[in-house]
């Protein structure tokens, strides 16, 4: 395999060239099932938990995007756990909350705080009906609220329920509201993306099928779609990452209906729903699955005359990449970016 170039700090990197970021400090083991959530302010990127062979992890660790330097804070308190979800509402954007996934012998239903000022974790006491417990389900999330759909229950099954689960930060409530349309089938590993007031879901996995559909929740009136792919649309997979900027999604990897570990990227536009696979100029990192993709901004060199706006001018927004795993049984924690063509970010 091509050893991709290194992005040094107030490096500009080009467009679709994979690079690896090489930040100094308290580096995470490596992992999978964890979660990758950017900050703005400062910038930086929280990993939540995880696991790897050794077991699953209680800790959370800092990606400093100012500084490239990795810090692991005295945060106690988070039960271990893999394949969660996190979010950051709204209403409250210094804390950090984690719904669900597993420990080594069971799924977990609870929802847990993270104040990031002061460090603390708590335990939420939520009311309405909690979804059951269920590992590597999708979340995205709309203003203060969290929307889970599907996730695993047991080996290669799904959950048995096709729910729509909504978690509203303000009051620490579940609902399940009444749905119309075509909704998808109960499935894990699927991922699922918010832009808009539009939340949609690609691919994951029930038993021995593998999807390469896409499906579109609509928030506002909750009824659910199933859409037409256009483009070169993804092939079947499972256990991908995915994120969005302005109007794409972005999803990376994953694994294949035939098993294998993919290191593909497309964009899908959610207006014309037409996909494009990134051509990559220079060498892929390593298949894998089971990782994060989140979107993050470093800050642009002085001088560059790329930008078109005072904001842009300031900032490089990026796609990165997170740990994982190939289908060999190797585990990761390098940490790599890609700048994608970004048109409409509004």
């Not at 759909?149 to 409530?173: K, M, Q, R, T, Y």
């Not at 991908?240 to 999803?251: P, Q």
Request: charge should be negative; aromatic fraction near 8%.
């Amino acid at each position: 395999m091509e050893i991709l170039p290194i992005l040094e700090r107030n490096d500009s990197p080009k467009l679709n060239v994979w690079y690896v970021l090489s930040p100094e400090g308290d580096v995470p083991c490596v992992r999978v099932g964890h979660t990758c959530n950017f900050v703005s302010e400062p910038p930086r990127v929280l990993v939540i938990g995880g696991a790897n062979p050794d077991g699953s992890f209680a800790d959370v660790y800092i990606l400093d995007l100012d500084k490239f330097q990795w810090s692991k804070p005295d945060w106690p308190g988070i039960s271990s756990r893999y394949e969660h979800s996190a979010f950051i509402p709204d209403c409250d954007q210094k804390k950090v909350y984690v719904f669900g996934g597993a420990q080594q012998a069971t799924n977990l239903n609870d929802v847990q705080i993270l104040d990031q000022e002061n460090g603390k974790w708590e335990t939420a006491e939520t009311h309405g009906n909690t979804p059951s417990p269920r590992t590597c389900h999708s979340m995205a999330s709309v203003g203060s609220k969290f929307y889970v759909f599907g996730g695993g229950l047991s080996g290669p099954d799904p959950v048995p329920d096709a729910a729509i689960h909504v978690f509203n930060a303000e009051d620490n409530s579940w609902s399940q509201p009444d749905v119309s349309g075509n909704p998808p089938c109960s499935r894990h590993g699927h991922i699922s993306v918010a832009v808009g007031i539009y939340i949609y879901i690609h691919g994951g996995m029930a038993g021995t099928n593998i999807f390469d559909d896409l499906y579109k929740f609509d928030t506002v009136n909750h009824t659910w779609s199933k859409l037409q792919q256009k483009g070169h649309a993804p092939s079947s997979r499972t256990a991908h990452a995915a994120t969005s900027i302005g109007k794409k999604v972005f999803i990376h990897g994953g694994m294949s209906a035939v098993g294998a570990a993919l290191d593909d990227v497309y964009s899908l536009d959610t207006e014309t729903l037409r996909w494009t696979q990134i051509s990559i100029d220079g060498p892929s990192p390593a298949p894998r699955l089971d990782h994060t993709l989140c979107a993050v901004e470093i800050p642009k060199p002085l001088g560059d005359s790329t930008a078109e706006t005072a904001e842009e001018k300031d900032r490089e927004i990026l796609l990165l990449v997170f740990g994982g795993m190939d289908t060999q049984g190797e585990i990761f924690n390098d940490c790599i970016v890609l700048r994608p063509e970004i048109v409409n970010k509004n």
